[in-house]
């Protein structure tokens, strides 16, 4: 199964993204990404998938999404086996970002 991260259902609701949908060949997480002026992206919130095809997934932000921003979703192995997703500064070598040849699965949600 190749991952891969659907969003035609896809909605930004208040602090959520509802609607989403996902395959992946091993359990990871889907994570909210603000890829703002360059820096690299911080993360917004994020859920854990299974492996195989997930459906209709509502992920929750920390505080309220703008539409209007360069927001995305972004899929994450698990990598170290302690069901927490533990990417980020400092922490780049764990739980890293689920890759299609040499670019990150993700979707951009901007303008939505």
């Given at each position: 199964?190749?991952?891969?991260?659907?969003?035609?259902?896809?909605?930004?609701?208040?602090n959520m993204i509802t609607g989403?949908?996902?395959?992946?060949?091993?359990?990871?997480?889907?994570?909210?990404?603000?890829?703002?002026?360059?820096?690299?992206?911080?993360?917004?919130?994020?859920?854990?998938?299974?492996?195989?095809?997930?459906?209709?997934?509502?992920?929750?932000?920390?505080?309220?999404?703008?539409?209007?921003?360069?927001?995305?979703?972004?899929?994450?192995?698990?990598?170290?086996?302690?069901t927490t997703y533990d990417?980020?500064?400092?922490?780049?070598?764990?739980?890293?970002?689920?890759?299609?040849?040499?670019?990150?699965?993700?979707?951009?949600?901007?303008?939505?």
């Open positions: 199964m190749v991952p891969e991260i659907n969003i035609g259902s896809a909605k930004i609701e208040g989403v949908a996902v395959k992946m060949d091993r359990p990871g997480y889907l994570v909210i990404h603000n890829d703002g002026a360059g820096a690299p992206p911080s993360s917004l919130g994020h859920i854990a998938v299974s492996e195989g095809l997930n459906s209709n997934i509502t992920i929750t932000a920390d505080a309220p999404l703008d539409p209007a921003t360069n927001i995305s979703l972004m899929l994450h192995y698990e990598t170290n086996d302690n990417f980020g500064p400092g922490a780049t070598d764990v739980d890293t970002p689920v890759l299609a040849g040499e670019s990150a699965v993700s979707v951009s949600m901007g303008g939505m």
